[in-house]
């Protein structure tokens, strides 16, 4: 219960940018500034994968970023969370037609999407809030039962 309590308060999150044109990540940007403050929501954006709960993903995922965006995945511990904000991290966008491998989910498990070109931040704090704290709650239940057995 407590634990619960906590995690609401205390989402951390790496932002990656897998190829987009920037457009999303600057909306992601906008939330730490005064007009949102996301830090007030108990979300902190310090891009360090090693210490996050939550991976925002944006982009169609390029060939480049294949190896890396699973690599990234991989240093996240758990339970971790992944939300791919955007057309191009949802379809790969006005970048299907390029060389591109995406969308995200072909290549890590997503556990909730924000649409839009870009989306707007209010959006994005709504799904992170919705999003983060039961997942993560799912995923602990998962991790117990898999050492339990
Ligand atoms: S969804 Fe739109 S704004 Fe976001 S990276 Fe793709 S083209 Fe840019």
Not at 7 to 14: D, N, P, T, W, Y
Not at 84 to 98: Q, Y
Request: charged fraction near 25%.
């Amino acid at each position: 219960m407590i634990k619960e309590f906590f995690r609401k308060r205390s989402i951390h999150a790496c932002v990656v940018n897998t190829g987009g044109c920037n457009g999303c990540d600057i909306e992601i940007l906008t939330l730490i500034a005064s007009r949102y403050d996301i830090e007030q929501y108990g979300i902190y954006i310090h891009n360090n994968p090693r210490e996050a709960d939550l991976l925002i993903v944006t982009g169609p995922v390029t060939l480049p970023w294949k190896d890396r965006l699973k690599e990234l995945y991989e240093k996240t511990p758990e339970p971790k969370v992944v939300i791919a904000v955007g057309a191009c991290a949802l379809s790969c966008g006005i970048f299907k037609e390029g060389h591109v491998c995406g969308p995200v989910d072909r290549i890590i498990p997503v556990d909730g999407v924000i649409p839009g070109c870009p989306p707007r931040p209010a959006q994005i704090i709504e799904a992170i809030l919705k999003v983060v704290p039961t997942s993560i709650a799912e995923r602990e239940k998962v991790i117990k039962e898999e050492i339990s057995q």
